[in-house]
Antibody
């Protein structure tokens, strides 16, 4: 069965950096695009970034551009999110999400349990 | 802020039918992008409920159905059950933003 396990969350000071990891299993990781989606405490879902199956294409949500970098290591079945210049408003649970290709708009078919990132001094 | 608008909450008695709307625009739902729906029980990760406007993944009960018309979509829960209490989100793609977008979310309460 598909499993996505995030790690690397924690408390970090404003302006500092943090890297999240997501270990994938139960499917052919190297054949699938992957996303990060976040959810601030008590708030709705916000799409963060997507990376293509081979890492050649990456796209980001507006508020993340220039600060966050999504990457992957297909030899380790692992997805990453490098977050720099963190702000209080980046405080959220970050979900690792598997992409499902769908012509008229892809969707998210499997989600990890999430990793909490708290930005606070 | 989200470009897909949902009612903050809906409620119904067990056995009743509730409907959740998802209103978009000409750059997302109205542009021909499909709508997908997710269920999130508090404290857990979202789960795919409906994909491609009206398709249910394996394991999702037939009580859940989706539809799309013009710039909006709807999720219907037929024969509401206590275990359906959760937050529900619609999702699509927006060509103006070049972003995947979520609805504002709707909390379903079973009375």
């Amino acid at each position: 069965q598909v499993q996505l396990v995030e790690s690397g969350g924690g408390v970090v000071q404003p302006g500092r950096s943090l890297r999240l990891s997501c270990a994938a299993s139960g499917f052919t990781f190297s054949s699938n695009g992957m996303h990060w989606v976040r959810q601030a405490p008590g708030k709705g879902l916000e799409w963060v970034a997507v990376i293509s199956y081979d890492g050649s294409n990456k796209y980001y949500g507006e508020s993340m551009k220039g600060r966050f970098t999504i990457s992957r290591d297909n030899s380790k079945n692992t997805l990453y999110l490098q977050m720099n210049s963190l702000r209080a408003e980046d405080t959220a649970v970050y979900f690792c999400v598997k992409d499902h290709y769908h012509g008229p708009g892809n969707y998210f078919d499997y989600w990890g349990q999430g990793s909490l990132v708290t930005v606070s001094s | 802020q989200s470009v897909l608008t949902q009612p903050p909450s809906v409620s119904g008695a067990p056995g009743q039918t509730v409907t959740i709307s998802c209103i978009g625009s000409s750059s997302n739902i109205g542009a021909g992008y499909d709508v997908h729906w997710y269920q999130q029980v508090p404290g857990t990760a979202p789960k795919l409920l409906i994909y491609g406007n009206n398709n249910r993944p394996s394991g999702v009960p037939g009580r859940f159905s989706g539809s799309k018309s013009g710039t909006s979509s709807s999720l219907a829960i037929i024969g509401l059950q206590v275990k359906d209490e959760a937050d529900y989100y619609c999702q699509s793609y927006d060509s103006s933003l070049s972003d995947y977008v979520f609805g504002t979310g709707t909390k379903v309460t079973v009375l």
